[in-house]
């Protein structure tokens, strides 16, 4: 398993599909992964639930969190729903991890992500958690998170097909 170099990105961002779609390769590309960009805030208004059996998961109902006029969010100590705007394409021989950018965690908020298995496609979600007890205010389309690819050593024979292919999309 390696991780794609900047060179590997480029290119695999102008493929069709492209890797990821909606990117500004000036501002996104890094030397090891892309930025990601907040679009939408939502706060968590039920308790989840995830039993032993695949049928039995229900996530925490969500409401939205409404930006000034100038697409500033003035978030409170708490956890949030956070949907990226660009989407993901993976192909069966790629995998992610996402991390917050190291902005957010110089002011106590940070981002929280589960794999992105070979195969998914959609506008994935992350677990914002503001910590700073002072709150955190985060402007629609700011870079909150950085994108990085492994190349798995074979490709799956088949990609993700889970509930959240095509999420977002």
């Known amino acids: 398993m390696s991780v794609l170099s900047r060179e590997e990105l480029r290119a695999a961002l102008a493929a069709t599909p492209p890797l ?35 049928a039995v998961r229900e996530p925490a109902a969500r409401e939205e969190v409404q930006a000034d006029k100038d697409g500033w969010w003035d978030l409170h100590r708490g956890a949030y729903v956070i949907t990226y705007r660009e989407k993901v394409n993976l192909p069966v021989d790629l995998m992610a991890l996402s991390r917050p ?3 957010l965690l110089r002011s106590g908020v940070s ?12 506008r994935g ?3 914002l958690s503001v910590l700073n007890s ?19 050593s074979a490709a799956t024979a ?8 095509g999420e977002n999309a």
């Open 20 to 54: 990821i779609e909606d990117v500004d390769l000036a501002l996104q590309l890094q030397p090891n992964g892309v930025d990601l960009r907040v679009e939408r805030v939502q706060r968590l208004t039920s308790p989840g639930l995830l039993g032993a059996a695949d």
């Open 101 to 103: 950018r190291s902005s």
């Open 111 to 122: 981002i929280h992500s589960a794999v992105w298995d070979a195969g998914y496609s959609g």
């Open 125 to 127: 979600e992350g677990l």
């Open 134 to 152: 002072r709150g955190y205010r985060l402007q629609r389309g700011a870079r909150v998170a950085q994108i990085v690819f492994f190349r798995l």
């Open 158 to 165: 088949e990609g993700y097909r889970g509930r959240y292919h």
